[in-house]
């Protein structure tokens, strides 16, 4: 059902509730149970009709989302270049209705990190959504589940990741690292990307 539609069905239930109201002082008295019952089941209909509206709202809005930045699996990436704070860039995210993207597989690294790389440069590190902020060295999520995929960059020896102790609490994404992660300051001003789920 398109947008359009839903509205006009909902305008012309409105005006139905409307006159019925209206003439019901004319004609009749009719029983008060059947007109509170008839007007109990328009206004589920109406409430009905305004859901339906608010999730094509919703899926047109994570269309464009998905337009602008990336599908991957079953969800939506976007990147945004500005350099912020890992919780000044977990706000944004979240005031768009999602959160800091948050790999689950390799293949959804590899695409975010190439994805990184055509949107905000090859050289960039990214935030994403995890944090052993509750417990030193328990990686989560920002819904509050332990991670079950790592890519920690142990390419260096003498510093493998993560190694910031309780000073770096906050993760990044390399794309110049080939996706690998490193754990950060979260003061540190980064650029990031939001993911979304798709409804």
């Known amino acids: 059902m398109d947008l359009r539609r839903v509205c006009v069905l909902l305008g ?49 809005a994570l269309q464009t989302v998905c337009l602008k930045g990336v599908k991957i699996q079953d969800k939506c990436f976007l990147a945004d270049p500005v350099k912020k704070s890992y919780h000044a860039a977990s706000e944004d995210c979240n005031a768009r209705g999602g959160v800091l993207g948050t790999p689950t597989s390799t293949s959804v690294n590899d695409q975010l990190r190439d994805y990184i790389r055509e949107s905000t440069g090859p050289d960039e590190q990214v935030w994403l959504g995890i944090t052993d902020m509750v417990a030193e060295g328990t990686w989560m999520d920002q819904t509050g589940f332990s991670i079950t995929y790592k890519n920690w960059d142990a390419s260096n020896y003498r510093s493998p990741q993560p190694d910031g102790g309780k000073s770096q609490n906050c993760v990044v994404l390399s794309a110049a690292s080939q996706g690998k992660w490193s754990d950060e300051n979260c003061r540190e001003e980064r650029v990031s990307v939001c993911q979304f789920n798709i409804v």
């Open 12 to 60: 012309v239930l409105l005006l139905v509730h409307l006159s019925c109201q209206q003439t019901t002082t004319r004609k009749k008295p009719v029983k008060k149970e059947t007109t509170n019952a008839a007007v109990a089941e328009l206004q589920k209909q109406i409430d009905d009709i305004i859901q339906e509206l608010n999730l094509l709202k919703e899926q047109q």
